[in-house]
């Protein structure tokens, strides 16, 4: 995929509806005339709402204030959960897409770009891999790690919750360290499901401590530092499409790695059904009846 391909695949994040790419490629057009431009390195700035929510432009602002020692303060922290090997369960975590030669993968939330080049590692030859950040300066940092010769690599700026692309683009989705702090976490769980074709895999993870590990001494020092710690596993934020769900505890059982298969449809159930037998349907009655006091 070309540039130009990837400026044409585009769509408007807020309405789906094609843009219209500018004569010299330096900007896209929505039909309600909001331009979003081409940056340097060939990031396209696809940010929607343009005005970030609060909570969104802070994350935002704090990752570009780090992201020179993003990379060094990260590997700390997977060392001191359970000396952790990072490099292992980052391969571990992009192994759950089944990647193959010649797909193409979209990540949210690519950053530096440490699990970017395991994707591209995965889908060459021939593969595409689509990288989006929120912060400017990670994304810009990322393009200058991320030169392979047999993949092609676009990058764009981006909100989770408002993805560019039509429905079924991406065999497959990768997203890890960022969406507990999305402003819209239903609706980024939603669109990360329907950018992917289905039969696609969804892996999805963040900070999130396993419930039996919460009162032991060493955890509620770490969570009391950092309260992200604190955060639940938001199954209630899952679209109605997913089948084959798995989950993983992963860095010392302090993150959360999700994985599901994107289904056609919701899985229906038949409340029509006769039920076989007296024994049986007394069963289901005396469990209701107990369940309901």
């Known amino acids: 995929m070309t540039h130009n391909q990837f400026l044409e695949l585009l769509v408007s994040p807020k309405t789906g509806e094609p843009l219209k790419v500018a004569d ?21 700035d696809m940010v929607h709402p343009r005005e970030l929510f609060e909570d969104d432009a802070r994350e935002q602002y704090l990752y570009d204030q780090a992201y020179q020692r993003y990379d060094r303060g990260v590997s700390w922290v997977f060392e001191t959960l359970n000396h952790s090997d990072e490099a292992a369960t980052r391969e571990f975590m992009i192994g759950l897409m089944g990647l193959k030669p010649g797909q193409t993968v979209l990540e949210v939330g690519a950053g530096t770009g440490k699990d970017s080049a ?6 060459s ?17 990322a393009t200058q790690k991320l030169q392979p010769k047999d993949v092609d690599v676009h990058f764009f700026l981006g909100n989770g919750s408002y993805l560019p692309f039509a429905d079924g683009t991406f065999d497959s989705v990768f997203h890890f360290g960022g969406i507990n702090t999305f402003s819209e976490r239903k609706k980024a769980f939603a669109e990360l499901t329907r ?54 505890y992963i860095f010392g059982n302090c993150f959360y790695v999700m994985e599901y298969t994107v289904a056609a449809k919701a899985p229906e159930i038949d409340v029509e059904l006769p039920i076989p037998g007296k024994d049986f349907i007394d069963n289901w009655r005396i469990r209701a009846e107990g369940s309901s006091k």
């Open 24 to 44: 010299n490629g330096l900007s896209l057009t929505a039909p309600d005339g909001t331009i979003y431009p081409v940056l340097d390195s060939g990031i396209v």
């Open 125 to 141: 030859p021939g593969g595409t891999a689509v990288l989006s950040d929120l912060s400017p300066n990670m994304l810009r940092l």
């Open 118 to 123: 395991l994707i591209i590692d995965q889908i």
């Open 195 to 248: 950018v992917v074709k289905v039969g696609g895999k969804v892996v999805i993870g963040d900070e999130s401590m396993a419930p039996w590990l919460r009162k032991e001494p060493t955890y509620e020092i770490l969570w009391k530092a950092n309260p992200l710690f604190r955060a639940e596993i938001p199954y209630e934020d899952l679209p109605a499409t997913v089948e084959n769900f798995k989950l993983h």
